[in-house]
Structure formats: structure tokens, C-alpha cells
């Protein structure tokens, strides 16, 4: 076994070049930020230049074929940009194009379609939103209504979805719709990239406590055939190559956990009853925990991403990880409350620990960031550890 | 033994249910909490109409003398609505440390103004080095011409920036043992070099920061005596923090009973969502938590009532309490899904609340800690 | 509100009484038991006499009428019993007679069984075992095989039972026996009496862990009519009648935690690192709450103890009790791992701490004792509380 | 990166899973376990027989010089059916304590007769003051007339009643600093003075106690430097718990397996167990606690294979396997019911190894508290 990626000369060289390029495009007063998803105006105006410059490079799918927008690198050089990139605090576009939506065109879009949306998507020319989940079809995805009728060349949609986006604008709606309404549920739909200002659409944002999420209203949408995704009514597998991904299918290998460690650190320079801290016994006994589990984690994002990259089958890993993250979202908001009383929950100037991240995250760690409930990760793992029945596999994706 | 209420406490409980149903929906508290004061004049003066906001007062000073029991009753019903009022510090801190510490004279003059409303108090204890044990009061006041100068910041102090006093607690003295040398004060609001400004934060309660910068107080101010601040509050901390149980309680009921609907009424999978086992599993656990607090807490209150030592029964029922508050609000959550993160659905409220009460008059630790004390070990 | 039990000057006489009583008719130098449900043979006969004359004194069952067998006695006077027998550790004989089979035949048993059983019951000149469970029945009771086939004024009994007594003689067999395959699930059964030494009944012990359960085989056995309690096929209800009590809805007022006491006394004489074990920070944090969740325990088991005895309409509460006091079972044997490592796994007489209840809770406790396993707790629970539907109100019981 | 076995390694896995298979069924180990002894010695015979014993001895002195990776995915199969065996004891704790410490004669004259399978040693350190920190080691050992005079108890040790030597790790001086003046001493178990008793209980392996008194032991039998001793052992035992993480990541496997096989097989309510919910939850349960110590293991074994520190990895290694190990049967018995406490079904053989092995070689507790220094708290 061998758990570390080794560099060659020839990449090491290479991070300097990334180095360098950083250098040149990034300020060099970056302000960490509260919660890098959710950029002020001007963060947005500045991140939509520099994500911009990282996809001409090819930089942001370095390991897809450069016909595609990719970088067309190999993996080692994939994570030393992804490394790099991580040092620094850069403020992000919600935008699944790149991490949810390009698999699914990988493995199901026509060669034309791939042409047509994988470099865009790539270059950071559009920002992509996932529309699946609605109103009365949350956990049970394969129970949402919005319907397409085939007209023509088009197909026309009625509807609403839910949960979706940001409060930053989108070019691209990847989008799940009943296309036969009287065929069995998961052989009813079909996916769809919808282009975001086609007459018919609204967009009403939700008012929530963490995040900034919208509700898509469809009102006589008509979009071409030519951009569903997959056979009609095959959307559900269509989907399947998403959700592996965004269920932690993918791993990761610079999967600090950033809270934990900023705990650690406050607790370590935090005097409290004349010691820091984390000489207390008690709380000593906790944050080691944390940072055990915090281990845990990212030793499974990086045999996930192993497993991804080495085209490993994979099973029940992916919500694995997923649901660890969720979990550990909620048990660390706890311990920072338990340690930190009052000062968990301000963000104001003078009196916030940090610049309100752990006030920021007793919120974030509620909302279970990135696919679906704890619940649905774990129908997913006991489907794909086969308790009760013969275990299923994973889906495929790119 | 007989755990049911009296009937004069089932009609506390029915009078203050059906007010709060009529007069603090869940509109009303969210616009509260979006204002800036989270106050309204209005909704106090029906409170003191009520009778509610003299109830720890005696009768010869023109209030009703209520059992602990009886107040826990409706803090119960003002939990389950999370009704934002300067009740608790006011009519229970605020009343109970003027009975415990106060000259007749102070009794005679501020009790009857509470009673008819016309008196807010606050009560600034903690401070930027947050805790709720005699040593983490570090504030200065020093004597000077036979009056004392407060200098110091006192933090998260909730309802300080609507009340008409507040009542500080600052050292006077040092000793060995920290719990000599505080003495309580009570300052006029508009008294110069005091400023307080309102925290920003997730919060259930607007709390601030208090600022005393060589605030004068007369010595006539002073409640009980001179050093001896920590032996009146003590006891007041302890029975107050059992009342507030009482509103954790019925928050925790709160979050239960908006869960328990939506495992009803939401359908996935063809059925509602509350037969399946992982929702039922957190709907255990949410009922469980509120329950824990309920049982420890009503035991502490009639504790109390009955002239018991209470202190072990009130540290487990604060515990239990942040502990089962929190709890059933992170259930209510896992229940539900991303609709319990719209703002317009109201859950939230009860999220945050619980999260602030959970250190408010000492957290799980701070208890468990005092417990290990009193337990002996 | 009123937490406590009052006693008048003539329960206080009655106490002394009960204390005098004790104080003739228990041994002065009573050991310590490691398990009291599981006593020696020496204990064994010793127990069963000092039962015996409990039972006379009506004392087993100190507030059911006198003409069964009963005290006839009020609630106070039953609680003085209960504080009174509970200060000394006797040993106790498995016998279900009393707690679970008597309540079921006070519902549903004719004038005639009810003189016929209950006596010997409460006079302890019988003991009995409930025999519900089968192989392929464990969590869905419903799904039990054992046949009865009427015959004339008998029913013939054939089939298997599972997890039943202890290792010591039984006379009466409370048991669940299918009396009409063909109806539904719950209209399908029939509850009987059965003379344990009825032809044609084997008894096979089994080998576990922690305590002593047989199974039970049926070959032909004959079993009275009269010997049906409640209506043919309508078992089920007579069995709620049971489960309910066993699934914590009795009750108590004297269930201190005695495990958690024995801990927090342990830890604070045993000498660690220079200091009392109790000193530790993260010990006593971790002690302290245990001894919260144990007054959380006995709190609800007043509550229940007050529902049953003042006839409230109960719910949730019994499974609620039952539930919490198993998880707790296991919690508690974890931290005592935690805090004493290898001393917690000893029944050595040089080495275990206490005389070994320590090494018999870690098995013990995984045996969730009572009633069946936390998850059926759990499905009663959520009936209860009304998860998703109505809620089901308790059974009746006595 | 590669987180996949060698093919060799492919080779130690399946080999030893045949062999296991074949020699070491479920109702042997249970034999063994309520034997005197716990301890076949053709088993014992075999396993030398299989290279298994030799792994750690370089071949200079007659061993395979394996890697500790290769050691590990043999550990998880022993683990997987509970292999009772003195392998931890003698080829991994006595082996890698001999190298560190011994001199080239001891090598020379020990490690071939561990590599023939002729010397089975036992090591004590644990003293009735539990603990494996250098602290706990209070048991004396004085010099006189050229030789070591040991006096007092070693409790809680396995194998000792199997052994034919005790290395026993005594105090020979005081010091401020507890790791210094500490020795180990290799003791012919038949020394004058030298008893052992094995303790009853619910434990997975035999424990013993071993009584010291007045037990000579010539200078030639100390291991390294008279009061140098725990430098020699700290990294042992550091290197060895790691090896026996992988143990109880088998060892948690094999719950796993068994449970899993049970959800599928147990109907009730007319499916499968594994179909409901809980039950799913308990299996999820089960695997994440496996896995958690899995991962950790064996980046720690690769850490030790490429030379990397290791201290760090290694308590890691050990608090996720204590506690996934003892999660796993936890969740296997919550997922089973009353069938798990039958004898015959064999599940409780890893639950008693779960709790053994969760305090043996430091428990979570000593292992975070050594996180914590290491990481700077």
C-alpha cells in the first residue's frame, strides 16, 4: 500500500508553475472568508474573472481530455493543483458544471451534446444549477411531477422545483422531468440542460437560515429535443451518474477538516480559568476525538478518490463518506457550543471568535451541505452493503 | 404523591395557551426577532394585565405570590411560543434578587413598579470571560466619596438594551474565596458612561454588551450588603434557572409537536413520513429529550414549593434541560429535511433558541461540575 | 404537583410492622448478590420459602384484593413494602406469576380461573413462565406457529418455544398458541394455562451468556379448555395485556440505579494517578451524567408508577421507560469499560471490584433484559406518540 | 498512492483465509476458549510451520524480515475467526523487543528459537495500578551480589500461564522523569518465586497474574540498558498495537460478516430484518466503526513500513480500532437480538475480544491523552 502521491521532478516542477500562475492571478491580501459558497457581490464579480482564467488554462478538470475544455493532465498533476488551489482562501460560484453535471453528459450525452456543453462548462463560460428536487418529491426523488410533453422538436414543461442554486445567476439548469407519466416509477423521466432564460421560467429565491437556495416555477417551457440527456425516460439512470458523485462517490484528497483544526487552534490560544483551553481534561478528551474522526474522514474521501481514479467498483463508500461529513457537521457544532457557550453564536465584529465561522457553521452543519438528508445517504449504504438483500453496486459515472 | 396540576394551575396553563395562541403566533415572534429591539410595550402591558408579571411578588407588595410551580406552568405555555419578553430577567431575576437581597424600603419602592409594569431590569453577571461561578465575575467597583464607580464590560447580557436598571454584579473586594468581595448594583440605565449596544449573531434573545466606564452608583443603590452580593444572588440563580427550564421545556414541546405534524401529514415513498423507522427513530429522541427536561424540571419546581434543598435537583434539570431542548431541536431538524431551514417555516426559531438558553444561567458543563461538588466527589 | 409518597402515623406503624416481620424472618448476615435473579441452589430453596411466607402475609401483591391472594392493602401501604424489601438484597426466583401473568388474568380470566390461579400465584405455592416467543417469532410475535387443536373439551398443542424461565422449576406455562391458522395476523390466537407438567412438554436449557432460558417443545400435549384464558383467538389482546406491564408501563418507585450509585462510589474511593478516579475531569463529567440519566430514570418510572395507580390513560411512557433503561444498560457498561479497563471484565475473587457486578453487567446488559429488544421499544414507542398516524392508545391492564 | 494489497500480500491474505477456514472453525476457538489454557500447541505448530511466527525476524537470524503490511493482512484474518494464539506475545512484542533492545548474543541465542517456535514469551508490564504509561511501572527490581532481585505483582497479562519466559519490565531506579530508570528483564518462567495464576472473567484471551517474589535474575538476562529499559519499549509498543489493530479490524469484520449474513437470513414481519430500517442502521453502524479502523490501520502500518513517524497514526490506529471493534459488536448484538446471547452462535466470542483488547495496549482514553501532547494541547 502506499497512501501518499508521489511527485516526480517533472510535477514538482509543475507546482511551480501553478504557484507561479497564482501568484500572478490571485490578490495578494486575500480575506479568508466566513463561508467561501456564499461570495459578497464584489467576491462574485472577482471569483467570475479568476474561475474564468482557471478554465482557459484548463485547470478546472485537469484530468478530462482537453477537447472538452479539460486540462488533459494526469492525476498526480490533477492534485497538485488541487493542493495548491487549497492554500488559498478563494471565494466560490455555486455552479455544479463541472462536479455533478459533467459526468452525466460524460457517460450519457451524445458526442455532439459533449461538444456543445462540456467546454463551456469547463472554461467556466456558464454556471450550471441541478433542478431535481420539488416540493413533494424530496427523499423520494422518483416522486417528482414536473412534466414534459413532447411537441415536435420540443418538449414543453410545467412545474415547479425546489432547493436549487444560489442567489448568483445561472446560464444552465440540469433538470429532471416526467416525460410518461403512466410508466412505473424510475422509468418515467428524463434529464434535461434547459437554458436558464427560455421564456416561461421564474426564479422566486427561498428565504433560509444558512444558505441561499431558490424555488424554479416552469410555465409552458419549451426546450429542444436535442437537449435531453440519455434516452427518454432513462433520466432516473441519467440522475444515478450525478447523485454517485455528489453522494461522495468522487473522494477527495485535500479534505481537511478546516473547523476541527480551527478549533484546536482557538483552543489552544483561548486562556480560560488560567490555562488554555485545551488543558482541560475534559474538553483535551474531545478535541482529540474530533481530530480522530476528522482522520477518519479523510482517509475515506482519499481511498474514495483512490477508488474513483483507479476505476475501482465501488459500493456503499461513497454515501459513506457523505454521511460521515453530515454527521460530523452536527456533532461538531454541538462541541463548539458546549465549548464556547455564548461565543459560538455571535458574529459580531469586536466579539466573534475567528470572523464568525463557528457562529456560521452551528447554522451550515443543519442544512447537510451536498446531497440530500443523513437519511437518504443511508437508504443509499444499506442498499449497497446489501443488509437484507444481495448488495448493490454503485452507479457508473466519470 | 400526585402528578397532576391543580386546577388553578390547569387554568394558569389554558389562559396563558389560549392568549399566546391569539396574541403571539408564530408571525408576530419571528418579526419580533427581525426588529431591532425585539420588544413590543404592547404585548408587556397585556402580560402585566395578566397577572404574570408579578407573580413571585407577595401579595403585600402588590403582587400574587405564585408558586414556583404556577410560574413554571405558564413558562412552559411562553416556551412552546418562544415568547420574547423581559419577563424572566424582570419579574424572576430581577424580583427575586430584590426579595432575597433588598432593604424594605428597595422592596417597597421597586417591586410595586415592577408589578405595575413600569420597571425593566436586566441583570449584567457575565462577562467577556463567560461563566456563571463566582470567579468569573472580575468587574471592578471601587468606593470614591462615599459612592461606588463601575468600570468594566459586562457581555451577552440579555434585555439590557430595553431595560430601565440593570442590576450588575461587580467585585468590590478581593479574597481568597471568590464568592466574597461581589456586590450587587443597581444602575439606572441613563446613568452617564453606561452604553450598550445589541450583539449580532444567531441568537434566540438579543444579548449585549454592557459598558461601564466610571458609571457612578449611590451607596443607597447598593442591594444587600457590601461583599456580600454572591451569598443573595446564589439561590436566586438557582431558582431562576429552574424557571427557566420550564420555558425550555415547553420549547422542546414546541419543536416536538410542529415535527410530530409533519411526520403526519408529509408523504414520500406513498406514505407519510413518520412510518419510517429513522423518522420515528428522531421523533424518540425529540420526545425523550423534552421529557428528560420536563420530569427533572417540574421535580426541581415543586422542590422548591416545598422548602427541599434544591440544589442537585435544579443542576440536573438545567442540564437535562439545555441538553433536551437541544436535542429535540436537532431531531426536529433530522426530521425534516431542508424545509426546516426556510425562515417562513419557523423551526428555526426554536433551533436558535435552544442553542442560547443551552449556556444561559450555566451550561451542561457548569452543572455537571457543581453537581460533581455536591455529589461529593 | 407532589413527588413524594406521604405517609400517616398508622403507614409508619405498618412500616415498623413490615420491618419487624424482615427482621424475623431474613438471616442477619445477608451476602451481597452478584445477580439476584440468578441465585445459587442453596439461595434457591432459601428464596422460595421466605416467598412463600411473604405470600401469606399477602405482601407479594400487597393491593390486590384479599380474596385472590392480595394484601388488600392501598398504594401507600404497597410502597412501604416495596422501600422496606428493597434494603435488603434478597434473592430473587424467576417467576412471572405476579408482575406479568396475573394482570392478564384479572382482564380476561373467568370468575373460576381467577380463584383457581391467582392464589397459588400470589401465595407463591406456584411459579410460572410466559412462553410467547418461537424461533421464527422474536420481535414479530404475531408470527407464532404453535398449533392448538381443539379436541372435545381439550386442545392438543404441538410446536416450539423460545427464551423462556430460568434454570429452576416452573409450574405454570403462560402461553401464546395459534388456535385458527387461517384467520388473520392479531384474530389468530388463543392464551392458555398450562400445568407445566403436562405429558408430552420438554424442556431444554439453553447456553448463553449472561442468564439461564430453555426452550420449550410441545408434542401432543393436552391442555384443558378451561385452560384458555379470555375468548378463543383473541389471544393477541390478552398478550397486550401482559406487554404492556412488560414494556415498562407498570411503573416504580424504587428503581434507584443501582449500578450508577455502585460506579460513582467506586470511582470516588479508587486511588488513580494520586487522586480519586472521581477527581478526573472527564470522569466526573462522564459520572455526573450517568447520574442524570438515572434520575431521569426514576422520575419516569414515578410517573409511570403514578399513570398506572391513579388509572391515567397512558401512551408512549411505558416503552419510553423500558427503551431508556436499556440503552442506559449499555451506555453504563461502555463507561464502565472506559473508566476501569480490565477490572471490568473480572469475576476474580482476588481482583474483581465490588463482588463482581461490575464483569455481570458488561454480559448482562447486552441481553436488554425485559420485554424484548430496544427496537420494539421503539415500535411501540412511535405507535404511541403517533409518528406519522394517529396515535394508539395503551392496552388495558390491571 | 495505491491503497491496494501487493500481490504477495493477496497471497499472505488468502492463504491464511483457507487455512483458517479449515483450522480454526468457530466451535474450536469457542473450545479452546473454556479450556485451561486456551492454547493448542499443533496449532501453535502449524502456524510456525506457515512462516507465520517468523515474520519479524530478520533473516539473519532465521525469520522472513516481513513488512508490517504484510503482518496486517495476516492480523486481519487471525482476527476475522479469533485465532487464540501466543503470536502477539512472542513474534511481535517479544520480537521487535529483543531487536530493539538485545544484544547481538540474545538475538542470536532467542530470536531462531521464536523463529522455530521453541520459545514462547510472555511480556508484563500492566501492574494492579493499570496503566501503560512508564508511570505504572512501580514494580521494583533491586540489585544484589551481581544480580536483579524482583518483588511484586504483574496483573492483567496474557499468556504468561503458556510462556516460557516473562519479559517483565521492572523499576530499578527512581527519577523524576517516570521513563527513566525502568528495565526489562527476561525471566525462564520457572524461576524460584515466580507463580501465575489466570484470572476468571469474561475475557477473549487468557490473563494472568504473575507473582514476583524474591525472584533472582541473573545481569545476563536483561534486555538493553539497566534503566534504559521504556526507550527500547515505548516504540514497540507503539509498533506492536498497531499490529493488533489489524487483528481487531478483522475481528470487527467478522462480526460484520455474521451480521450482515444474519439480515439476510432472519425474516420477520415477512422480510428479511436487514430490510428495516434500525436494523440497517445498526449494520451501518458496524461497517463505519470497521472501517474507521481499517483506514487508520493500515495508513499507520504503511507509516511504519516506509519510516515514516508513526505516533501520531498509531494512537489514531488504536482509538478507532478500540472503539470501531467494540461499535461493530455492539451494533451486531442490537442487530441480532436474543440469538446473539446463545453460546452456540458464536457472536459473543467477539464481543468478550472486542472489550479485552479495546484497554490492551492502552485503551482510548490513554491513547487520546497521548494525541493531545503529541498534538501540542
Redesign the interface.
Known amino acids: 500500500?502506499?497512501?501518499?502521491?508521489?511527485y516526480t521532478g517533472e510535477q514538482e516542477a509543475f507546482r511551480e508553475e501553478v504557484k507561479e500562475w497564482l501568484k500572478v492571478n490571485l490578490p495578494e491580501d486575500m480575506e479568508p472568508l466566513v463561508d467561501p459558497t456564499n461570495p459578497t457581490p464584489d467576491q462574485y464579480k472577482w471569483a467570475r474573472e479568476f474561475r474564468s482564467k482557471l478554465g482557459e488554462k484548463g485547470w478546472r478538470a485537469p484530468t478530462w481530455p482537453q477537447e472538452y475544455g479539460g486540462g488533459g493532465l494526469s492525476m498526480d498533476k490533477a492534485s497538485v493543483i488541487d493542493e495548491e488551489l487549497a492554500k488559498h482562501p478563494i471565494p466560490q460560484i455555486y455552479d455544479l458544471g463541472v462536479s455533478l453535471c459533467a459526468p452525466a453528459i460524460m457517460v450519457w450525452g451524445t458526442e455532439e451534446q459533449k461538444q456543445r456543453w462540456l467546454q463551456p462548462i469547463m472554461r467556466a463560460e456558464i454556471a450550471v444549477f441541478q433542478l431535481f428536487?420539488e416540493p413533494?418529491?424530496?427523499?423520494?426523488l422518483a416522486?417528482i411531477k414536473t412534466r414534459a410533453v413532447r411537441d415536435g422538436d420540443e418538449y414543453v414543461l410545467n412545474g415547479q422545483k425546489?432547493?436549487n442554486g444560489s442567489k448568483y445567476p445561472v446560464d444552465l439548469l440540469y433538470t429532471l422531468v416526467v416525460t410518461d407519466p403512466d410508466a412505473p416509477r424510475h422509468n418515467n423521466m428524463s434529464a434535461f440542460m434547459i437554458d436558464a432564460d427560455t421564456p416561461g421560467i421564474t426564479k422566486v429565491p427561498?428565504?433560509?437560515?444558512?444558505?441561499h437556495?431558490n424555488e424554479f416555477y416552469f410555465d409552458n417551457v419549451r426546450v429542444p429535443a436535442a437537449n435531453r440527456i440519455g434516452p427518454e425516460n432513462e433520466g432516473w439512470r441519467v440522475a444515478q451518474s450525478t447523485l454517485e458523485v455528489e453522494h461522495g462517490g468522487g473522494g477527495t484528497l485535500v479534505s481537511r477538516n478546516h473547523m476541527v483544526h480551527k478549533l484546536?487552534e482557538y483552543?489552544?490560544n483561548t486562556i480560560?480559568?488560567g490555562q488554555?483551553l485545551?488543558?482541560?481534561?475534559?474538553i483535551?478528551?474531545t478535541?482529540?476525538?474530533l481530530?480522530?474522526k476528522a482522520?477518519?474522514g479523510r482517509?475515506?474521501g482519499?481511498?474514495n478518490y483512490?477508488?474513483r481514479h483507479?476505476r475501482q467498483s465501488s459500493a456503499?463508500e461513497g454515501p459513506?463518506s457523505s454521511?460521515?461529513g453530515k454527521l460530523f457537521g452536527?456533532e461538531l457544532a454541538?462541541t463548539i457550543?458546549?465549548i464556547l457557550?455564548?461565543?459560538?453564536?455571535?458574529?459580531?465584529p469586536?466579539?466573534?471568535p475567528l470572523i464568525?465561522e463557528f457562529?456560521h457553521h452551528?447554522?451550515y452543519s443543519?442544512?447537510f451541505p451536498g446531497g440530500g438528508?443523513?437519511?437518504v445517504q443511508?437508504v443509499v449504504?444499506?442498499r449497497r452493503?446489501?443488509?437484507?438483500?444481495?448488495p448493490q453496486r454503485a452507479a457508473a459515472t466519470y | 404523591m400526585d402528578l397532576s396540576l391543580t386546577e388553578a394551575q390547569e387554568m394558569i396553563k389554558n389562559t396563558a395557551h389560549s392568549f399566546l395562541e391569539q396574541e403571539c403566533s408564530q408571525e408576530r415572534v419571528r418579526e419580533l426577532d427581525e426588529s431591532e429591539t425585539g420588544f413590543e410595550p404592547g404585548l408587556w402591558r397585556r402580560m402585566v394585565e395578566m397577572g404574570w408579571v408579578d407573580m413571585m411578588i407577595p401579595e403585600e407588595y402588590g403582587g400574587s405570590g405564585s408558586s414556583f410551580t404556577d410560574l413554571g406552568v405558564l413558562y412552559e405555555e411562553m416556551g412552546r411560543v418562544l415568547l420574547p419578553s423581559p419577563h424572566h430577567s424582570t419579574a424572576v431575576l430581577g424580583v427575586l434578587t430584590i426579595l432575597e437581597a433588598g432593604t424594605a424600603e428597595q422592596k417597597g419602592r421597586l417591586l410595586p413598579a415592577i408589578a405595575r409594569g413600569e420597571l425593566i431590569i436586566a441583570v449584567a453577571l457575565t462577562e467577556p470571560n463567560y461563566g456563571w461561578e463566582p470567579e468569573s465575575v472580575q468587574m471592578r467597583a471601587s468606593r470614591r466619596d462615599g459612592h461606588f464607580v463601575l468600570d468594566g464590560i459586562k457581555l451577552f447580557i440579555p434585555d439590557a438594551h430595553i431595560a430601565d436598571k440593570i442590576l450588575c454584579v461587580a467585585r468590590t473586594s478581593d479574597s481568597d474565596d471568590p464568592a466574597e468581595g461581589i456586590t450587587l448594583f443597581l444602575v439606572d440605565k441613563g446613568s452617564p458612561g453606561l452604553s450598550c449596544r445589541t450583539l449580532s449573531g444567531w441568537m434566540g434573545t438579543k444579548l449585549n454588551e454592557v459598558k461601564f466606564e466610571s458609571v457612578e452608583v449611590a451607596a443607597e443603590n447598593v442591594l444587600g450588603s457590601v461583599d456580600k452580593g454572591w451569598a443573595a444572588l446564589a439561590p436566586v440563580l438557582e431558582k431562576a434557572a429552574v424557571v427557566l427550564c420550564a420555558y425550555m421545556v415547553g420549547g422542546g414541546q414546541g419543536a416536538l409537536d410542529h415535527s410530530l405534524e409533519y411526520t403526519r401529514t408529509r408523504v414520500q415513498f406513498g406514505s407519510p413520513i413518520g412510518t419510517l423507522q429513522r423518522v420515528q427513530d428522531h421523533m424518540i429522541d425529540c420526545v425523550n429529550g423534552v421529557d428528560a427536561a420536563r420530569w427533572t424540571t417540574y421535580e426541581a419546581l415543586w422542590k422548591i414549593d416545598v422548602g427541599q434543598p434544591v440544589s442537585v435537583a435544579a443542576a440536573v434539570a438545567k442540564t437535562a434541560s439545555s441538553e433536551g431542548f437541544h436535542k429535540a431541536c436537532d431531531s426536529a431538524h433530522r426530521a425534516h429535511g431542508a424545509i426546516a431551514l426556510v425562515k417562513e417555516y419557523g423551526l428555526y426559531m426554536y433551533t436558535k433558541s435552544a442553542r442560547t438558553l443551552y449556556y444561559y444561567l450555566g451550561d451542561p458543563t457548569h452543572h455537571r461540575r457543581r453537581l460533581a461538588q455536591l455529589l461529593g466527589m
Open positions: 500500500m502506499d497512501f501518499e502521491l508521489h428536487s413533494d418529491a424530496g427523499s423520494d416522486a425546489i432547493w427561498l428565504n433560509m437560515i444558512a444558505h437556495k484546536i483552543c489552544k480560560r480559568d488554555p485545551s488543558k482541560n481534561e475534559g483535551q478528551q478535541l482529540v476525538d481530530y480522530i482522520e477518519v482517509l475515506w482519499a481511498r483512490w477508488m483507479t456503499y459513506q454521511l460521515h452536527v454541538k457550543l458546549d457557550g455564548p461565543y459560538a453564536m455571535v458574529n459580531d469586536t466579539w466573534a464568525g457562529e452551528q447554522r443543519l442544512a438528508t443523513p437519511e443511508k449504504m444499506a452493503l446489501g443488509t437484507g438483500k444481495p
